[in-house]
């Protein structure tokens, strides 16, 4: 081919021809892509495998994931989807009953305070010793030397 | 979503130039073997819900972005910059040679070849390989992508996370770069 026929090809026409030659150099490589050592055939046969075997889990989760799972409260069983509402209201009832039932304490221990509390102020108050005794420290002394 | 045997058939399909792919640009063996392994595992695991058509385009990405990763971790950077570099020289240069008479020996020897023939036709095939070897990165994907995994000019652009004009001019850089190293060692494919 001399250089003027060149000059006078279209892009289009030397596009194709680009096309054809890649394509014929890709099939030779292709071809020789398919004499692979037999040791590289295996490995790439082993990661083939692996790949699969992990395929398989993974659509094993996806579809754990999207099934319904049954709920059972007594004697009603019923079938919900883990994100839906009894699923939610399941997870949620424990947590409520957990601070209930720390409210509960504390107000109970509260109470218990407060009784005793009112049991030494009533005892203070009901002796034949006034309360201001205990502050005077002439008082304290004299129990000190007492119990000596 | 792709069932097991689609799967599998793809891989089988797929494997060999994946293969063949990566060990031209990192030039190792063991180190292509990791990658396309890595590849499909991925694959299998992140889009096994896809269908099956999807897989031949998620795959070659996958590949390119494990074979980058790759390139990264081994902190080859003057590898990667010679890679995504190498263009010079290949523009005028080619302006004497021609193209079509690469093309005229295609031609010529479609169904000539005898067994005789066949020892050449192996070092024929070598040498080719290593042709396309020796191609820059750059348009060596973009040839390999176009031409053997028969992907078009978009899915490749997509593939190598370029523009269809970028792609269109590695093909055709390769192609000529390609007949050129071919024709000097007397070789029409």
Same mark, same amino acid.
Request: with cysteine; hydrophobic share 45%; aromatic share 6%.
């Given at each position: ?11 289009? !026409? ?30 790439? &046969? ?7 075997? &992990? ?65 030494? !102020?009533?005892?203070?108050?009901? !002796? ?17 030397? !007492?119990?000596? | ?35 396309? %392994? ?18 031949? @385009? @998620?795959? %070659? ?12 971790? %081994?902190?080859?950077?003057? /590898? ?12 005028? #240069? ?8 690469? @093309?005229?020996?295609? #031609? ?15 070092? =024929?095939?070598?040498? =080719? #390989? ?8 750059? %348009?060596?994907? /973009? ?6 995994? #028969? ?16 792609? *269109? ?10 007949? *050129? ?9």
């Amino acid at each position: 081919m001399t250089k003027n026929t060149n000059q006078t090809f279209s892009h289009v !026409d030397r596009d194709g021809l680009e096309a054809r030659f890649g394509v014929r150099v890709a099939s030779m490589l292709g071809e020789r892509a398919q004499a692979t050592a037999p040791d590289i055939s295996e490995r790439l &046969r082993f990661a083939r495998e692996q790949a699969l075997t &992990r395929a398989q889990a993974a659509r094993r989760q996806v579809q754990a994931a999207d099934a319904p799972i049954v709920v059972s409260r007594g004697r009603i069983a019923a079938l919900a989807n883990p994100l839906g509402w009894w699923f939610k209201l399941g997870s949620a009832a424990p947590l409520a009953l957990l601070v209930l039932g720390l409210a509960g304490i504390a107000h109970v221990h509260d109470k218990a305070q407060i009784a005793a509390v009112a049991e030494v !102020d009533a005892a203070l108050l009901s !002796d034949a010793l006034p309360p201001a005794a205990y502050t005077d420290p002439g008082f304290a002394e004299y129990l000190k030397t !007492d119990r000596e | 979503m792709a069932t097991d045997k689609e799967l599998s058939d793809f891989l089988k399909s797929v494997e060999k130039r994946a293969f063949k792919r990566t060990a031209f640009a990192v030039r190792d063996d063991d180190s292509a073997l990791d990658i396309v %392994q890595d590849s499909m595992i991925r694959l299998a695991e992140k889009y096994v819900d896809r269908p099956a058509a999807e897989l031949p @385009l @998620l795959f %070659q990405r996958i590949l390119s972005n494990a074979t980058m990763d790759w390139f990264r971790r %081994q902190k080859v950077r003057n /590898a990667v910059v010679h890679n995504f570099s190498d263009f010079g020289g290949s523009g005028d #240069e080619d302006g004497d040679f021609d193209i079509l008479e690469m @093309l005229d020996g295609i #031609e010529g020897n479609v169904g000539t070849e005898s067994a005789s023939d066949s020892v050449s036709r192996d070092q =024929i095939l070598l040498l =080719i #390989e290593r042709e396309v070897g020796e191609l820059p990165a750059r %348009q060596r994907e /973009a040839f390999l992508l176009r031409y053997w995994e #028969e992907l078009d000019v978009a899915e490749t652009a997509s593939v190598m996370g370029c523009s269809e004009g970028s792609v *269109k001019t590695h093909c055709s850089r390769a192609v000529h770069a390609l007949a *050129k190293a071919l024709k000097a060692k007397g070789i029409a494919p």
